[in-house]
């Protein structure tokens, strides 16, 4: 957001501000203190202070018509959902770790269910879990039908353990499960594409606007693609059909290269920067499932905005995010 959208944004919410603070009704004042906890003098402060913040989440009508019957339920009025945005969106400025640097991601295995482990109950009293580890279906080495199950790399080391102190000899067998992330903020512009959301012009004022999108879970959503997911015969023989291509780029970004041979696009917060490639919609989660596996967790999901004849479409792209060529 620049500084004409930000002025813009307070401007509309100076024209819903009564001219002098009514009394606080008191309904209102039992409702936040139901839905936040507040103590009464608390609840009027937090009342008082919303009113008056022309930097505040602006809730529009369009989108309380969306989620009215839904939140009314909760025991939410239109002023305290927009207060719950506002909260949501000052936590959502704590940039999470996983954007800080490269540290390292949690490591997770596909577990084949076999000996010892022949099914999800056995694997969770043997690694002494809370709850049952999800399980896959899928084929092995020699093509027979088998059942996998996801543990962490903590997970793994315990089961390893187990059969230690059992005195068996059986030989687990662990395939490193490697897919690229996607956490797509709802309440800030987090992760974009040459953005650093935590910075004051970033900032998200209204559940409509458009740096939200696109959400998590929105399908079909544009790809950019540029590398080898611009290759037709990859793509087909991951998604099992007829790839369609657009001419497209993406801008705040820049191609290195990794392991001395694979494509790796960087973000780059120099405008100038942009990287030629390909447009693809994906239709659903399952395609996109299977293009995150083949990525790996070398690479994360990121918000760009992808140029496509003529147009800016909003739309997502795979980041590198490990350690470049020199």
């Known amino acids: 957001m620049d500084f004409l959208d930000e002025l813009e944004s307070m401007a509309q919410v100076a024209i819903q501000q009564p001219q002098q603070l009514d009394e606080i009704d008191s309904d209102d004042i039992k409702r936040w203190q139901s839905l936040f906890g507040y103590a009464y003098a608390q609840a009027v402060q937090k009342i008082q202070e919303h009113r008056t913040d022309l930097s505040r989440v602006l809730v529009t009508d369009s989108h309380w018509d969306i989620v009215r019957v839904e939140k009314e339920a909760q025991g939410y009025d239109k002023e305290a959902y927009e207060h719950s945005c506002s909260l949501a969106a ?3 400025m704590v940039v999470p770790e996983r954007a800080q640097g490269k540290a390292s991601k949690p490591s997770f295995y596909l577990l084949k269910l076999d000996g010892p482990f022949s099914d999800v109950t056995h694997v969770k009293s043997a690694a002494r879990l809370h709850e049952t580890p999800p399980d896959f279906s899928g084929t092995d080495d020699s093509g027979e039908p ?3 199950c996801k543990v962490s790399a903590d997970t793994k080391e315990t089961l390893l353990n187990y059969l230690s102190d059992q005195g068996l000899q059986f030989q687990p067998t662990f395939v490193r499960y490697s897919k690229a992330e996607k956490y797509l903020s709802s309440w ?12 004051p012009q970033y900032r998200v004022n209204s559940m409509d606007d458009p740096r939200l999108l696109p959400a998590q879970n929105q399908y079909p959503v544009w790809y950019f693609f540029y590398g080898t997911l611009g290759d037709p015969s990859v793509l087909k023989r991951l998604l099992g059909c007829e790839p369609s291509y657009h001419p497209a780029s993406v801008a705040h970004a820049t191609l290195k290269t990794w392991g001395g041979k694979y494509k790796a696009l960087v973000e780059s917060f120099d405008d100038k920067k942009e990287v030629q490639g390909q447009a693809f919609l994906v239709e659903n989660q399952d395609q996109e499932h299977c293009l995150q596996l083949y990525e790996t967790d070398k690479y994360d999901v990121v918000r760009c905005e992808i140029q496509l004849d003529g147009k800016k479409l909003k739309g997502l792209t795979f980041r590198f995010t490990g350690d470049v060529d020199p």
């Open 90 to 92: 000052r936590t959502s």
């Open 146 to 148: 088998t059942t996998f």
């Open 188 to 199: 800030s512009a987090y992760p974009t594409l040459g953005i650093d959301a935590t910075m």
